[in-house]
């Protein structure tokens, strides 16, 4: 008697991932790239939604990409001098907050903001996990050169320490505490100093959120307001359990949360996207903060890509985009070169060709500095990592190593 073969079972997809993995025609982004996420509602449990690609095989960040080449930019920055002209004070007062550590998107921010368009802006820093010595001197440099006025914000480091352990122990997520405050301290100090306007950078669209996310220039309320603190988890805990079980007063935790929507209310808070009005190129900015504001990119190579001038104010940066290999299958190569892409400064031949080079490098640099810094032990660190590889995307070799099962080269394990 003969049998059929049974069909083969795929392996399980962590956090709610695609479990076929598909990459894009254009760039080298994979469909499991996740789309930004309301941080202080993430827990093990969350369900991530991820980049789209469509039926022609191309990605939502190259389609935005696609559409940027049809906006009349000119009359974007019509739309700008408008909305500026409602704010602009002549009394010396401040009339808008820019957010940033320093970095070239956020010299490139302000300097725009106050030299072209006559605004008056407060720069505000949440200020790195662990400082890199270009780091601390871009931001420096930022308040020197550039001419600005700031409020760096030091919150309690025995909660950030702890917040920062918890979000590697359970999300495997190790730049969440910073993020929490990127996104949350400029419309809370807008809503307390009455300043109502507040300026970031490009769209998290032009990476792969979903396109419609660039119908307006405002950021989602639901990114930095809440209504109930019930509803919050830092490092994946609820509130109420980091107070009962790890000791911290609502005090030590108030730095981390973000604005309470009454109070955005009071002040009509609005958070825009400058890159909604001015076209955003991330080599151009980068030319311009280098310019006008003394910025310094990396005197060496970032480990896991090939640029220097990308996300390096902080240790910790290197390490956090080694986890979303782990997590995703997409490194930092991956990530710039997707980029350079869609902004015509690589073919996808050379990005794939870089991906297969540096994607994935483990970030030993500052590991230890970080290890030490969180009091945490790197072998637990490790064991973490192997915890958090999804089984569709990661198999062990003959050798017994990880390997992707499926990468951009087409030499994954089962491709």
């Not at 509602?41 to 696609?66: F, N, W, Y």
Request: net charge negative.
């Amino acid at each position: 008697m003969e049998f059929e073969d049974s069909p083969k079972q795929k392996p399980e997809a962590f956090f709610g991932l695609p479990i076929d993995v598909r990459f894009c025609r254009r760039c080298v982004m994979s469909n499991q790239r996740p789309s930004s996420a309301v941080e202080f509602m993430h827990t093990r449990e969350s369900k991530k939604a991820t980049l789209a690609i469509d039926s022609e095989g191309v990605c939502d960040a190259c389609r935005v990409a696609e559409e940027k080449e049809k906006i009349d930019w000119n009359q974007r920055e019509e739309s700008l001098l408008r909305l500026l002209d409602q704010y602009r004070r002549s009394d010396g007062h401040y009339d808008c907050i820019v957010p940033g550590s320093g970095g070239k998107d956020s010299a490139y921010q302000a300097h725009i903001l106050k030299y072209k368009y006559g605004m008056n802006p407060l720069t505000v820093t949440w200020p790195p996990i662990l400082y890199t010595d270009y780091g601390y001197e871009n931001w420096i440099n930022w308040i020197d050169v550039g001419g600005f006025d700031n409020i760096s914000f030091r919150r309690s480091g025995k909660a950030m320490k702890l917040l920062t352990r918890l979000s590697i122990e359970n999300l495997f997520h190790p730049f969440q505490t910073f993020i929490l405050g990127q996104k949350n301290l400029g419309p809370k100090l807008a809503a307390k100093l009455g300043i109502p306007l507040v300026f970031y950078g490009e769209n998290e669209a032009e990476y792969g959120n979903p396109i419609a996310d660039t119908a307006t220039s405002l950021r989602s309320k639901s990114f930095h307001t809440y209504k109930s603190i019930d509803d919050i988890y830092l490092g994946g805990v609820s509130i109420s359990e980091l107070r009962t079980r790890y000791g911290l007063r609502l005090n030590d935790l108030t730095a981390f949360l973000p604005a309470e929507d009454t109070d955005l209310a009071k002040t009509n808070v609005q958070v825009h996207y400058l890159g909604y009005y001015l076209r955003w190129t991330p080599q151009e900015v980068y030319y311009y903060a280098v310019e006008n504001c003394g910025f310094k990119a990396r005197p060496f190579r970032t480990q896991g890509t090939y640029s220097k001038y990308n996300s390096i104010d902080d240790k910790i940066d290197d390490l956090h985009y080694w986890t979303t290999f782990v997590k995703f299958g997409i490194g930092r190569a991956t990530y710039d070169a997707s980029q350079e892409i869609r902004n015509r400064h690589l073919t996808r031949d050379e990005a794939v060709g870089l991906v297969s080079k540096f994607d994935g490098e483990f970030p030993d640099r500052y590991f230890r500095d970080i290890m030490q810094y969180l009091e945490m032990d790197c072998e637990r660190f490790m064991l973490l990592s192997d915890k958090f590889r999804s089984p569709h995307l990661w198999a062990k070799d003959t050798d017994g190593s990880w390997q992707l099962r499926h990468n951009v080269m087409g030499t994954g394990l089962d491709d």
